[in-house]
């Protein structure tokens, strides 16, 4: 009994002493939650007023929505949570930096693990009690507001355990940080360190990847901690939030509830030995246990100085001398600084020379490993017998979305679609990669691909084909012919489903917009599928597009389906709709045809020729034009129009698969429709845009537009 009243005695005592860490608390979570509550409910009742909603159904589940998005899961709680954790637990056991109180604190008859429990278990209740009275109040308000329902309550459950846990690794963490340092400054910075240092560690990780392999693709993988909280707060609590139901939302948070908890007990018994090894002598001092310090300056400066140094690096266009000299400079400066922070004496910086030493030859080593690609990263290609399967994405990028016409990346579409199972083709070029760089390829394109490994591993990785070499074009059909490539990439090829639900369909030539009936959505999806089984990379690359049907979908989601000359049965299906007609104009439909000669070849340039980079759109930004040197010259005759219109192409009609060269970025061709045609051009332009074939410009239209000086 006595003992009990003892531990009640100094819980309250403790109390007392934190009463303004009290105040704080209760005035962040009631701003947290009460107040952002009563904003967001307002803004719904004044958007109601306006006639926003037409319902009263629809002002009700908007209520809902505002309510569980203020008191649920929030991506700016984190700060709140981290700073709260950091508050309470640094500056509850804040006597342990002051030599005075220690031992004023170890001269009192209280045993020291109980005077651990009572600030641990106090700082506990700061935090519980003012998030629960202020989520009391939030819901009481939310109550009488008519904003909460059955749904509502448990997301608010779901996400107060996730705070409440991550709250608990962030307040043992700063308890832990604490126990190893000796004042306020040090505690702060480690806490912080802590924290985020192995995200920070997989952050520069990354970045010395791309920037110095060629092959490092982010496009399916990242790195991504495996232990850090804050990490799993950023990267996934967005993903929680935005789950339809809240069952789904628990399901998705129960991994990250046990893996806080373990993470949170092991921080928690970690600071705990601290704090029984801690001697009172170690009030005031940088590091707590003098042991520590040589490797704490060697986990610290390394990280630090290299990158300092990568910072340098992309800041200096490459430099890699100026990053490593930077490397080692800051090597050498931090690890003086740390010196000097441990005995906050000048004359200290150059203590430690072994684990200065070993923190020099450390980022040395780091660097020649990434410089060097010493472990091959970049020559990485696997065994076709260790790989099952793999996804990729070549040249083009698709939409895609869900069965709710939500929005789905291409990475992750391909990721979850795809699965090519005839490897040979793709690992050949993979390997054909590593012989060419792309900037000596006639035509590179970058391709994504994931392998699939027997063992259970995924590695992504990216690499340059050469479109333009014959030698690749038998490799690549026998990629994009197969049915995994086709259902991959195109969603046409699988989803039936959004075809019933189309809500508009056009058909353009480049300068007619036909609209197709948007029940015929199954009728199109069928004769397109068919005429797919002809698709490789032969077709798509020596046959340009002669017509495009744009498909729009519910939430704006759209698709467009490019039409080649060889597709009997979607030309068949346009023919009896009456909309197809082909991409060469007929002569007689035509007014006048303007064409316009930039003369690149005598605009000023800025900088190197090699800067300039073709835009696709026929206006090389790297140029500097002089409009005086611009001529442009108006056709009016039918026998003009005949020998300019076989050899144009529309600047709207995709051909990506094509060399960017084989159209004259030089000139720009305009066509203007006479206005008596029966022709059905899009009447809502004055003209259209297109391009010459390169080499393939009249010889009259070359005359005529020449500069004279």
Aim: glycine residues 6%.
């Amino acid at each position: 009994m006595t003992s009990r009243n003892s531990f009640w005695v100094s819980s309250v005592e403790n109390h007392r002493r934190r009463v303004w860490v009290w105040i704080i608390t209760a005035l962040v979570q009631v701003t947290a939650y009460v107040g952002i509550l009563t904003v967001y409910l307002s803004r719904i009742r004044k958007w109601y007023e306006e006639g926003a909603y037409i319902t009263a159904e629809e002002f009700r589940e908007a209520l809902y929505q505002a309510a569980q998005e203020a008191l649920g899961f929030q991506k700016d709680r984190l700060i709140l949570v981290v700073g709260l954790a950091f508050l309470i637990g640094i500056q509850g056991f804040s006597y342990l930096y002051d030599q005075k109180k220690v031992d004023m604190y170890h001269s009192v008859p209280v045993d020291k693990n109980k005077r651990f429990l009572v600030i641990y278990g106090n700082g506990i209740i700061i935090y519980l009690a003012t998030t629960l009275a202020s989520l009391l109040i939030s819901v009481i308000s939310a109550v009488v507001q008519g904003a909460v329902n059955g749904e509502v309550m448990a997301g608010i459950g779901v996400a107060f355990v996730w705070n409440f846990l991550f709250f608990l690794i962030m307040y043992h963490t700063a308890i832990l940080a604490v126990m190893l340092t000796g004042n306020r400054f040090i505690t702060l910075f480690a806490s912080g360190t802590f924290a985020l240092y192995e995200m920070m560690l997989y952050i520069l990780l990354e970045n010395m990847q791309e920037s110095f392999f060629d092959t490092k693709d982010s496009f399916y993988l990242s790195l991504r901690p495996k232990l850090s909280a804050v990490a799993d707060y950023l990267y996934h609590e967005h993903e929680i939030r935005d789950l339809e139901n809240v069952r789904e939302m628990a399901a998705m948070a129960l991994p990250f509830y046990g893996k806080w908890f373990v993470l949170a007990a092991v921080i928690l018994a970690a600071a705990w030995m601290c704090y029984r090894g801690r001697l009172s002598e170690a009030a005031g001092k940088a590091i707590a246990f003098p042991r520590l310090e040589p490797v704490v300056k060697v986990l610290i400066v390394i990280p630090v100085s290299i990158g300092l140094g990568m910072w340098v690096y992309g800041a200096g266009y490459g430099d890699t001398t100026l990053a490593f000299v930077t490397m080692i400079a800051g090597g050498v400066i931090c690890s003086a600084v740390m010196e000097v922070i441990y005995d906050f004496d000048l004359k200290s910086m150059f203590r430690h020379l072994i684990s200065s030493g070993i923190t020099l030859a450390g980022i040395v080593i780091i660097f020649f490993i990434f410089k060097e690609d010493i472990f091959g990263y970049d020559k990485y290609v696997p065994k076709e017998d260790k790989v099952e399967s793999v996804a990729l994405v070549l040249n083009e990028y698709p939409e895609f979305w869900d069965e709710n016409f939500g929005y789905v990346d291409i990475s992750e579409a391909a990721a979850e679609r795809m699965y090519i199972t005839y490897l040979e083709p793709v690992l050949s070029l993979a390997l054909k990669a590593q012989q060419e760089k792309p900037e000596e390829m006639e035509d590179a394109r970058v391709m994504h691909v994931l392998y699939r490994l027997r063992s259970g591993r995924e590695v992504g990785r990216k690499f340059y084909i050469d479109f333009g070499n014959p030698a690749n074009a038998k490799l690549l059909d026998q990629i994009i012919g197969t049915t995994e490539y086709k259902e991959g990439t195109y969603q046409i090829m699988t989803d039936q489903e959004s075809f019933d639900r189309v809500q508009e369909m056009t058909y353009s030539n480049g300068a007619v917009e036909i609209a197709l009936p948007a029940e015929d959505g199954q009728k199109i999806r069928e004769a397109y599928i068919k005429d797919m089984e002809q698709y490789d990379f032969t077709l798509i690359r020596n046959n340009r597009p002669c017509g495009e049907i744009s498909i729009r979908f519910p939430n704006w989601r759209g698709y467009s389906l490019y039409v080649y000359e060889s597709f009997e049965n979607t030309i068949a299906y346009l023919k009896e709709r009456k909309a197809y007609y082909p991409v060469t104009l007929d002569p007689g439909d035509i007014d006048s045809i303007t064409v316009t000669n930039y003369h690149n070849e005598l605009q000023e340039v800025y900088g190197d020729t090699s800067d300039i980079y073709d835009t696709r759109d026929g206006n090389a930004s790297a140029y500097s034009y002089d409009e005086s040197r611009v001529v442009s010259e108006t056709f009016y005759e039918e026998e003009e129009f005949a020998k300019i219109l076989p050899v144009i192409y529309p600047n709207n009609m995709s051909a990506i698969w094509h060399d960017y060269e084989e159209t004259d970025s030089n000139y720009d061709v305009y066509i203007t429709f006479r206005k008596d045609t029966s022709y059905p051009y899009d009447r809502g332009s004055y003209g259209f845009n297109y391009q010459f074939y390169t080499g393939e410009v009249p010889e009259f239209v070359d005359a005529a537009t020449a500069y004279e000086d």
